[in-house]
Structure formats: structure tokens, C-alpha cells
């Protein structure tokens, strides 16, 4: 069996278990592998043909596979105006209900209205904000 074929099985079983780890360094030796192929099909000696593996994988692994991760592993965006507010405790200034209320939601006023229609929470209670629907809270008493 050519020495091509091999590297080529090699890239390919690489590849499948890559599939399976989501890690990017199989990924990258198979295809260290698959080049390695590619120089086996042209005739270099066995020697050579590790040499090159060696020094395809080492750059993939130290070179590319920092830049993948740091682009796989995106910080977690900040939520700016009011989508901040959601999951904000906020303190009943009046009494809420499923059609009104006020709350105090650091500092400021905000109309509000129960997440729950059913429910009544009455001023002075802490709550949650689930939701914020134009510029009316809904809130969850906090238990």
C-alpha cells in the first residue's frame, strides 16, 4: 500500500473523531495529515514525510488552534438599555397587578404590570422584572 493512502486514512479518521470532540486539535492533525499526503504522493522519502507531519501539526496546534479557540470562546455580550433591566430586582412603589403598577428599578420609576395576571403584589414587596414590554415592566414576586 502507497505511503499516500495511509496519511490519507489517517486525515480522515482525524476528521470523523474532530466530529465527535469539538476541539480543533484532531481537526488540525488530520489535516497535518491530509498535506502529508499530499508529499507522500509526490515522492518524498518516509523520513521526510513524518518531518513534515511533525512541523504541520506543531504549527497547527500552537498557531492556529489559539486563534480558533479565542474566536470559538466569545465573551458573553452586555445587554444595554432596557434589555439590562431584565432579571433586575425592583422594589413596588404601588401595588401591581395584571393591568398596572409602579416600580423602582435603581432609581427610576417604571410602569408595571404582573408577569403572572393573577396576581396582586402589593407596594413595599421586592420583585423581579421577567420582561420589559416598551416601557412597562412585568414582574415576578420574589419568594
Do not use: N
Not at 44 to 49: I, N, R
Not at 83 to 110: C, I, Q
Not at 111 to 134: F, Q
Amino acid at each position: 500500500m502507497d505511503e499516500w493512502i495511509i496519511w490519507v486514512i489517517l486525515a480522515v479518521v482525524l476528521g470523523v473523531a474532530e466530529l465527535f470532540t469539538f476541539t480543533a486539535a484532531l481537526g488540525l492533525l488530520g489535516a497535518a495529515a491530509l498535506l502529508t499526503a499530499a508529499t507522500a504522493a509526490i515522492g518524498l522519502p518516509v523520513p521526510l514525510q513524518l518531518l513534515f507531519f511533525a512541523a504541520s501539526s506543531a504549527a497547527g496546534l500552537l498557531v492556529i488552534r489559539p486563534l480558533a479557540m479565542r474566536h470559538i470562546k466569545q465573551p458573553q455580550l452586555q445587554r444595554f438599555g432596557v434589555d439590562a433591566l431584565v432579571g433586575k430586582p425592583a422594589y413596588v412603589v404601588s401595588e401591581v397587578t395584571g393591568r398596572d403598577g409602579r416600580v423602582r428599578v435603581g432609581g427610576e420609576e417604571w410602569s408595571a404590570r404582573a408577569y403572572d395576571e393573577t396576581l396582586v403584589i402589593p407596594a413595599g414587596a421586592t420583585v423581579d422584572i421577567i420582561e420589559i414590554e416598551g416601557a412597562t415592566a412585568l414582574v415576578y414576586p420574589r419568594e
